[in-house]
């Protein structure tokens, strides 16, 4: 059952003054079963740690076309993506989600906001097990204020990586396991009308398969940060690079997706174990 509920910290004019609730969600066996194993995830009896996120992409969409949130769902660009759990999710595990906007901010090249994405056991209040923060930039939009110093980048390691050959199809693919039909993802037909010459692979496909190329490395409670600085084009080869690095003295791993000659790079990011 859906419901609205005010966050705690809502207190800009300009979003949306409510979240949107899920309560009582168990993830289809089938679905985690296609998305684990279209993203490279062993099948177990644990949800894959960015699945929760496709549980609440329709609670994103709701709040993306309510009003009064100012920007429009269409040509909004993914900057970075971020999944925490404090503890594995069961895959038949009940759930509660809660979905919500905040930090909106000028950028160089419009205004960005972050939608969060807070799981909890099904009846439980107290702290998420799980979160994710998807940020989102709308190209050409007004906000008042000055941009402020772009964050720091994730390190992106370079070197020799393993080759991903990622077929025409994979958009189509994802979307029918995502529910995200955006057509940037669906044709070469669909994303020219939107200014590409060949449909892209999706970003949470990219990440995901980023996160499951680290085997069975990353334990089960840990947070994996990703950031999006190029499209791949579909189909295309690119090169995946994976390095241990040491963060805040425990080890983790960061890793980057860069064209197959080296000189385009399409995503970084950094797992840190918890």
Do not use: I, K
């Not at 679905?31 to 177990?44: E, I, N, Q, S, T």
């Not at 009003?67 to 660009?77: K, M, S």
């Not at 529910?179 to 669909?190: R, Y």
């Not at 995901?208 to 334990?219: E, F, K, Y």
């Amino acid at each position: 059952m859906r419901s609205l509920v005010v966050p705690r910290d809502a207190g800009a004019l300009d979003l949306p003054r409510r979240g949107v609730e899920l309560h009582g969600v168990r993830p289809d066996a089938d679905r985690v079963a296609a998305f684990a194993r279209l993203c490279g995830f062993p099948l177990r009896d644990e949800l894959p740690l960015p699945f929760p996120h496709l549980l609440g992409f329709g609670l994103q969409v709701d709040l993306l076309v309510s009003e009064p949130f100012p920007f429009r769902l269409l040509g909004l660009v993914h900057l970075r993506q971020e999944f925490e759990q404090q503890r594995p999710l069961r895959a038949d595990e009940e759930l509660d989600l809660r979905v919500r906007a905040t930090a909106l901010r000028p950028h160089r090249r419009g205004a960005t906001v972050d939608l969060v994405t807070e799981v909890r056991p099904a009846g439980e209040d107290g702290s998420p097990v799980w979160c994710g923060l998807s940020r989102y930039l709308a190209r050409g939009a007004t906000f008042p204020g000055r941009p402020g110093p772009a964050p720091a980048a994730l390190p992106a390691p370079e070197g020799p990586g393993a080759l991903w050959r990622l077929p025409t199809d994979l958009g189509r693919r994802f979307a029918g396991v995502s529910g995200d039909v955006n057509p940037l993802h669906l044709s070469a037909v669909s994303a020219r009308a939107l200014g590409f010459r060949r449909a892209l692979a999706h970003g949470m496909w990219t990440a995901s398969h980023s996160l499951a190329s680290l085997a069975g490395r990353p334990p089960g409670a840990g947070r994996f940060a990703v950031e999006f600085a190029s499209p791949v084009l579909l189909p295309s080869t690119v090169v995946h690079v994976v390095r241990e690095a040491e963060l805040d003295g425990r080890p983790g791993w960061s890793t980057a997706v860069r064209s197959r000659d080296g000189r385009r790079l399409h995503l970084t990011g950094r797992f840190e174990p918890r």
